[in-house]
């Protein structure tokens, strides 16, 4: 395994990057490089990394994880993760451009019809909002425990891209 191990600057540096987090006051497409930074050197950050990540009580899991998911990605990586990724299989049962499954509603225009929060929450919490004609309980997996948060981060970003032609 590589060392990860920071210099006691460097990790003096990540730990006041880590407070500015937990005060809302990075860049919201650096969170989850931080977050994943912090886990890997594996000492004291780590709790202070838990808490950011971890469900705020009363709240969602989107709205809790959305601050470190909903900004970033790549919408290249995202493509592959949607075509490719094999323990989601979004093909399986969404379409786009034609191509897949009919279980799911088509994902051609789907960044024109939901704002980057809603795909999260649909990624994520699938039974929270049923699309309309797909009955009352989504047979859709939620995603979190099958993709990496980047891989996560980095769909969002796929989706959001994903604009109707027709406004």
Known sequence: TPNTALSQS???ELNGL?????????AAGLRLDLIETALAT?????????????????????DSLSP??????????????LMYQSSAA?????AIAGVGGHA?????GVGSRLDRHAILQSLLE?????????????AMPPMGPLLTPHETRDL???LASLKSAQK
Do not use: F, W
Not at 69 to 76: I, K, P
């Open 10 to 12: 460097a990790n003096q």
């Open 18 to 26: 880590l407070d500015q987090m937990n005060k809302d006051s990075v």
């Open 42 to 62: 594996g000492d004291a950050n780590s709790a202070k990394v838990a808490a950011l990540m971890s469900p705020k009580q009363g709240t969602s899991l989107t």
């Open 68 to 81: 470190n998911l909903l900004s970033g990605g790549d919408a290249a990586r995202g493509r592959e993760v």
């Open 90 to 94: 979004c093909l399986r049962c969404h």
């Open 104 to 108: 799911g509603p088509a994902l051609d």
């Open 126 to 138: 699938p039974q929270a909002v049923i699309t309309a004609g797909y009955g009352t309980i989504s």
């Open 156 to 158: 969002v970003a796929y």
